[in-house]
């Protein structure tokens, strides 16, 4: 039994190249979760969507510029996800449209421009690898770069944590202390960019925006305070991480929808079965009414 | 708390009102009748001079000349439309004047706004000790914790407003009367100096109403400047000791007892100002 258990769960992690992409998962299990928890706190939760494809452009253009070189095509990510953003921002304020309907327009503008530029320049193998990445070919240089970009995510989220709940919560109240409720939501769209990115060579730009969304929306189903939202799914992405790596070696499926899939078996077990506004919880309380005697 | 020790809490504790406790030492000592003579003597610490404000280009108010009195509440009132939630605006500084100024000396933590029209997201995971809580972030930064004699402070805040019963109760299970008791509470904890609240009474329960006044009274006594729009007559006549009246694009200053004695039939109706005297509509 041991063994049939070490020959599953632990013996995949002898391969250098999962036990890279172990790695980079756990460490987007700890950075995506919280920006998922916020974005759909904020009522935002296809914005992720949106800059998944914003950030397209500039890989694609990093591709062609440099080949497949990471940290080049991570940089344009991150420069035309930040330029979306600013560009989706600003046309919102100047014309008084909702911000979504401006970032709808550029986010397929830029899915459009980057599926071009990627056919451009390369083989639709490598549209491929772009669109859904390939978390077994994460080597050591890749590697630096998640967790670094992570880690940033994760100290920069500690530093404007409070001011993002309050602006969350009551905007007004921000202003009214002189803080530029603007520049919390400027920083807080640039980590999503950043988180995006770091995600997209192991997921993809596609699914990146799973790791990020699916844990926050299944921990709903079990926590109502923030901190507890954030803790289920950080937990549930490192879960899903781990496990859909260890499907992924196990029955040769591939590795990003894998990992998306597990999240999503999550999502719907916790809707099914969760202790908040799941099924089970809306049969229960039917069952009990207000100040019913005990059952005997 | 013996009074000395708690005028002398007050003066360790930074920013907090060192004015205010020295005013309550001058009016313990003095039975108040320096501190009315003070007030007259210093320039108020929220002062208009010449304000012109404007929503859309459409002028709202102009010509508003006039000081808040330090330490008492002044009721606004004014028919709809006639610029209440718009010079309170201009005040928190979130709409620039088109001329004149706002000469506020209230550092921009200490001043709290209750809007009329709440823009809190209910649905938001907070309980409500965590909103009494973020009353006090502001003063102490965005990296440091909140520590044991912050959260002394809260308790002691939810206890002055009967909702230590409901700390760890997340906002959006509450009612309307315990969420306005929340938000008053926020601004305790932030021992605002300048309030201003919007409406801070309407879909409140009477019991909340009388703990809110209470309250407000107390901050007042304690130096807060507060200013409250009011609908009710009756409300006003035992809450505010002084009055601004807007009408027409005007403000008019005058005190309470001249606002009951004129009788007035409906406070926000658009006849309200005509009987006034000193106020031409």
């Known amino acids: ?296 | 708390m013996p009074f000395f020790v708690d005028v002398a809490f007050r003066y360790a504790s930074p920013a907090v009102g060192r004015r205010a406790a020295g005013r309550a030492l001058a009016r313990r000592l003095l039975g108040g009748r320096l501190v009315g003579l003070m007030a007259e003597a210093q320039p108020s610490r929220l002062e208009l001079h010449d304000l012109q404000l404007a929503q859309a280009n459409r002028t709202v108010l102009e010509h508003v000349s006039g000081r808040f009195r330090d330490g008492a509440i002044t009721a606004l009132v004014g028919a709809n439309g006639a610029g209440k939630s718009t010079l309170i605006q201009g005040i928190m500084g979130m709409l620039r004047p088109v001329k004149g100024e706002v000469r506020c000396t209230v550092p921009k933590e200490r001043r709290a706004w209750l809007p009329q029209q709440l823009a809190l997201d209910l649905t938001f995971p907070m309980s409500v000790e965590e909103l009494v809580m973020t009353g006090s972030w502001p003063s102490h930064g965005a990296l440091t914790g909140y520590c044991a004699r912050h959260y002394r402070r809260g308790r002691e805040v939810m206890a002055r407003l009967g909702i230590s019963h409901l700390a760890h109760r997340p906002l959006g299970e509450l009612s309307g009367g315990q969420r306005q008791r929340a938000l008053i509470g926020r601004t305790l904890m932030q021992e605002a100096e300048l309030l201003l609240l919007d409406e801070p009474f309407a879909n409140v329960d009477a019991e909340t109403v009388e703990v809110l006044m209470t309250v407000l009274r107390d901050m007042a006594a304690e130096g807060a400047t507060i200013i409250v729009v009011l609908h009710d007559m009756e409300q006003l006549a035992r809450l505010a000791e002084e009055v601004v009246v807007l009408a027409g694009g005007h403000a008019r200053w005058t005190t309470t007892q001249a606002i009951v004695q004129s009788h007035p039939s409906a406070i926000d109706s658009a006849r309200f100002a005509l009987g006034i005297p000193g106020v031409d509509a």
């Open chain 1, 1 to 296: 039994m041991m063994e049939l258990l070490h020959e599953w769960l632990v013996a995949p992690f002898d391969y250098g190249f999962m036990r890279r992409a172990a790695v980079a998962g756990l460490a987007l299990s700890l950075a995506a979760p919280p920006m998922g928890v916020f974005l759909m706190l904020r009522g935002m939760s296809l914005i992720g969507d949106a800059m998944a494809h914003a950030i397209l452009p500039g890989v694609a253009l990093g591709f062609l510029l440099a080949g497949f070189s990471l940290p080049i095509m991570s940089l344009g990510g991150v420069l035309s996800g930040l330029l979306i953003a600013v560009l989706a921002g600003s046309v919102s304020q100047m014309t008084g449209h909702r911000e979504d309907s401006a970032m709808a327009s550029f986010f397929l503008i830029s899915l459009a421009a980057g599926v071009m530029l990627v056919s451009l320049g390369g083989s639709s193998v490598d549209l491929t690898h772009v669109l859904f990445g390939s978390i077994l070919a994460v080597n050591s240089t890749a590697l630096l770069l998640i967790a670094s970009i992570s880690s940033v995510i994760v100290i920069t989220l500690a530093l404007i944590f409070r001011a993002l709940v309050v602006e969350c919560l009551d905007p007004l109240f921000l202003r009214g202390q002189g803080m530029q409720g603007s520049l919390v939501h400027g920083v807080f769209l640039g980590l999503v960019v950043l988180n995006l990115t770091a995600g997209f060579q192991t997921l993809g730009t596609l699914m990146a925006v799973g790791l990020m969304m699916l844990p926050a929306t299944t921990a709903r189903f079990w926590s109502k305070r923030l901190e507890g939202l954030i803790t289920i799914a950080v937990l549930l992405a490192a879960f899903a991480s781990l496990g859909g790596l260890l499907l992924s070696y196990h029955l040769s499926v591939p590795s990003g929808p894998a990992i998306i899939l597990l999240a999503g078996v999550g999502y719907v077990l916790s809707a099914l079965l969760g202790r908040h506004h799941s099924l089970r919880a809306k049969l229960q309380r039917h069952a009990i009414p207000l100040g019913a005697p005990e059952s005997h």
